[in-house]
């Protein structure tokens, strides 16, 4: 039974570029969450989607950064005009469909450097 | 809003020590409490988990205990081995309103090294 998939495990951008990153959940889940970790700390809750839909993304910020998870392929996070400051390891949970405090299960991450 | 507090670190110890982790929670309800493990280049593994007060979530030599009375989650093994050696992270997840979804808050990650 695979895991969280996610893919690239490091991608690298200039500023200005965009950057998309992407997330298979597990087989039979249907709850995507993404968490951000920036050096030296600990992961910081950015948006929950399940299909078609973005249920809270309160963590998410403002501007340049969106996220989908479409009926089918995988979750997107997408970062427009990407600086410095968006360097960071970018990591996807999944967790089954009937809710409550399910256990989260985690990715690899991506890995994001800005030059 | 929540949040979760980890003891400082880095920890150093030596094989065979004795390991606690303390970790503190602020929670409006009633949360779930976990404890993840993340090696080096890897995504977050979970550790162990409890879902109500006095709950003791325990695996591979881990345990922590739900305390309400103290907010607090704190994690211990008896016994560390060099393979022990991680980031260990405190969360706790909690069931807002009408929703049927917990996002995780998580502590600031407490660094682990075994020495042989």
């Known amino acids: 039974n695979a895991g969280v998939m996610q893919n690239p495990r490091h991608l690298v951008r200039r500023r200005g570029q965009e950057a998309r990153l992407r997330c298979s959940p597990m087989k039979g889940h249907s709850h995507v969450y993404w968490y951000r970790q920036l050096p030296e700390e600990g992961l910081k809750f950015m948006v929950y989607l399940q299909k078609e839909n973005i249920i809270d993304e309160s963590g998410m910020p403002k501007e340049r950064f969106s996220a989908e998870f479409p009926k089918e392929g995988p979750s997107i996070l997408r970062i427009q005009q990407v600086v410095r400051g968006d360097s960071a390891a970018y990591f996807c949970a999944s967790s089954p469909p009937w809710g409550g405090n399910q256990p989260q299960h985690f990715g690899d991450g991506t890995r994001l450097s800005i030059l | 809003g929540n949040s979760v507090t980890q003891m400082e670190g880095p920890v150093t110890l030596s094989e065979e020590a004795f390991l606690t982790i303390n970790c503190t929670y602020t929670?409006?309800?009633?949360?779930?409490l976990f404890w993840y493990v993340q090696y080096p280049g890897e995504g977050l593994q979970l550790l162990l988990k409890?879902?109500?007060?006095?709950d003791k979530g325990s695996n591979k030599g881990f345990e922590a205990t739900y305390r309400k009375e103290t907010t607090s989650f704190h994690l211990e093994k008896g016994s560390v081995q060099v393979s022990d050696s991680a980031v260990y992270f405190c969360?706790?997840?909690?069931?807002?309103?009408?929703?049927?979804?917990?996002?995780?808050?998580f502590g600031q990650g407490t660094i682990l090294t075994v020495h042989p």
């Open positions: 969360a706790l997840s909690e069931v807002e309103g009408g929703t049927s979804y917990g996002k995780l808050t």
């Open positions: 409890a879902t109500k007060a006095d």
């Open positions: 929670a409006t309800g009633y949360p779930s």
